[in-house]
């Protein structure tokens, strides 16, 4: 109960509706998410067949380290240096572009997948790079559905912003639009970025073009950065589709919350949008372009080689134990007082 003259900052009403809103936000962002899955494992699927390729005679003469090619005559660097790769602004410009159109094709998947098995594994490795990239979506995800309280900050500050009349909740819901593009767009130009970078250092290549992996391709050398924007661009996408459903459950649709219906239609196509968007090109694509960096991801060892590595380790661990306990053995046995007697040793001085 609110004291004499004074009023509770949040009514019981209010308090209920909150409640209803934070459950709303919490469904339709995990629903989100695993939508977001479900599509991007759709999309990585397609790269199956061409892991397959891998072992095919064809695959294996074009990476034949005993052939020798001029750089400019690979299918990677023909796609992606040119005399637009030349200017940054309109490297950026077709990298935007390029994101919608077969943002991952065969060349590009092979590669990467080439330049990553040379700077992290043993030549001519039979590595199964699609179910590694896999393992690395189903990492990603932990972190995509999570919330954090940076993530509770923002949906406060756009209700706090709400304001009548500024229309600011459809200007808000182009955020993650511009983030998710922006990502596309970054992780296409590293792709070009390396075919660039392969021409000004190599004329002639020997076998499969190598990429350089460097986080230095990424912005402020942060691999991890990107897949931090797509969750929040995610979150603010499943705000403001669960904000729409949220003032429909508790006013009606025809609420003055939705005076202007066709803005709200906008906004909810919007989402549909980033959804797709994200889900089916940008992620998959930020799951194979974020393997271009200094270090691998622990996704690298599967679940049953895990497991070994673990068995191993109690065994050694084991055997530690089991040594050491022989060697306190022996060294207890070897302090213990012998039976000899004063009284023995003067009889044998007497004899």
């Not at 892991?51 to 992606?80: C, G, M, N, W």
């Amino acid at each position: 109960m609110p004291f004499q003259g004074m009023v509770s900052l949040v009514s019981t009403d209010g308090l209920h509706q909150l409640h209803i809103f934070v459950f709303f936000l919490a469904v339709f962002h995990v629903t989100f998410s695993a939508i977001t899955m479900s599509l991007g494992r759709a999309k990585t699927r397609i790269w199956k067949e061409w892991e397959k390729d891998t072992s095919s005679i064809t695959y294996e003469f074009s990476a034949d380290p005993s052939k020798f090619r001029l750089t400019h005559q690979t299918s990677f660097v023909r796609q992606h240096a040119s005399c637009w790769s030349k200017s940054t602004i309109m490297l950026y410009v077709v990298s935007f572009f390029r994101q919608f159109f077969r943002s991952v094709r065969r060349t590009d998947y092979l590669t990467l997948r080439h330049g990553f098995i040379a700077a992290h594994l043993s030549p001519g490795t039979r590595f199964n790079f699609q179910k590694y990239i896999k393992r690395s979506l189903q990492d990603d995800f932990k972190t995509v559905v999570g919330i954090s309280p940076p993530l509770w900050a923002s949906a406060l500050a756009v209700m706090l912003f709400n304001v009548h009349g500024w229309h600011n909740l459809f200007w808000f819901s182009t955020i993650p639009l511009i983030v998710i593009l922006a990502v596309g767009t970054k992780l296409q130009a590293i792709i070009a970025r390396m075919a660039v970078e392969i021409t000004e250092k190599h004329t002639v290549i020997q076998g499969m073009p190598v990429v350089k992996l460097s986080d230095e391709h990424f912005w402020f050398g942060k691999p991890h950065m990107v897949l931090h924007l797509i969750h929040f661009a995610l979150f603010q996408n499943a705000f403001e589709i669960t904000y729409f459903f949220w003032i429909w459950y508790e006013f009606g649709l025809r609420s003055c919350f939705h005076d202007n219906f066709e803005f709200i239609i906008a906004r909810i196509c919007l989402g549909g949008v980033v959804q797709f968007v994200c889900s089916y090109i940008t992620l998959p694509l930020h799951a194979l372009v974020s393997q271009m960096g200094s270090s691998m991801k622990r996704t690298i060892f599967d679940e049953q080689t895990s497991k070994a590595l673990k068995k191993w380790h109690k065994t050694v661990k084991k055997k530690q134990q089991q040594q050491q306990q022989q060697k306190g053995s022996s060294h207890a046995s070897s302090e213990t007082p012998t039976t000899d007697t004063p009284e023995a040793g003067r009889l044998s001085q007497c004899q």
